[in-house]
């Protein structure tokens, strides 16, 4: 049985952990978090103890360090890792090295999924990504990454940082697209829940189909430039750019099929 830490209490740290407790062949030792009342909670939720010490890391064969991109070195630096465990961080464009290089058996354990506090996901369903200084480390993170994913492949820092570019596009700006069309709805007085079906379908057809570019649909698509227009005068000039930018990357994308 596998002893692991993980090393966080964000979104993807709480998600993280909670799979790790479910897993019969793996044992969540411990949440580590500097932050005691979110750290707690997330140790709550995994039925493990929380820690906030560096003092206190528990010994484990495997430390997950789920914090921000940005925020790997830092936490990795502040802590004192068993010589034989493997470490990995889960960033999806933090290279290998943002771990120190006094970390022997340094790793990477990337999900591709966007992860919500509160929100359980299926993390059998989630691609995990696997990137190790040598190939015993690599073997042990892809060991356990098949305990928890029915998907696990190998990528470099270099593909890595494309996969999670990818991401951005499918998640986040897919995302913001919504929050848009919401915020629309708004100021012409109606409510958003009026979207819910189309964005439903939209999402769904997508995912139904060979590729996404294979049902999209609307006026950018069409070539139809009376109805852009008429959708440009009820916009702001910052909305104007980003409608004209994405109705022209739309209508080239379909023109090159």
Not at 169 to 180: C, G, R, T
Request: proline share 5%; aromatic share 6%; with cysteine.
């Amino acid at each position: 049985m596998k002893r692991i830490v993980v090393i966080g209490s964000g979104n993807l740290a709480e998600a993280l952990a909670q799979a790790v407790a479910r897993t019969p062949q793996l044992r969540l030792v411990q949440l580590y978090a500097r932050n005691p009342q979110r750290g707690g909670e997330v140790a709550r939720l995994a039925a493990t103890e929380w820690c906030g010490d560096p003092a206190h890391l528990a010994e484990a064969d495997l430390y997950l360090i789920a914090v921000s991109d940005r925020a790997v070195g830092e936490v990795a630096a502040s802590l004192l890792f068993p010589p034989a465990a493997v470490v990995a961080h889960t960033a999806g464009c933090g290279p290998l090295d943002a771990l120190p290089a006094r970390i022997a058996r340094r790793g990477v354990f990337y999900p591709l999924q966007t992860f919500t506090r509160g929100r359980a996901v299926d993390f059998s369903a989630i691609p995990l990504f696997i990137e190790a200084g040598d190939d015993e480390t690599a073997a042990e993170l892809e060991a356990v990454a098949r305990l928890l994913s029915r998907r696990v492949l190998g990528a470099d820092s270099a593909l890595r940082e494309r996969i999670h570019l990818a991401g951005v596009f499918v998640s986040n700006f897919a995302n913001h697209m919504f929050a848009l069309g919401e915020r629309t709805m708004e100021r012409a007085g109606l409510p958003v829940d009026l979207l819910r079906p189309l964005m439903a379908e939209t999402a769904a057809k997508a995912l139904d189909a060979p590729a996404a570019a294979d049902v999209q649909t609307g006026p950018a698509v069409r070539g139809d430039l009376q109805t852009q227009q008429r959708h440009l005068e009820l916009l702001d000039d910052e909305l104007q750019t980003l409608y004209t930018t994405i109705s022209e990357s739309i209508w080239q994308t379909s023109r090159k099929r």
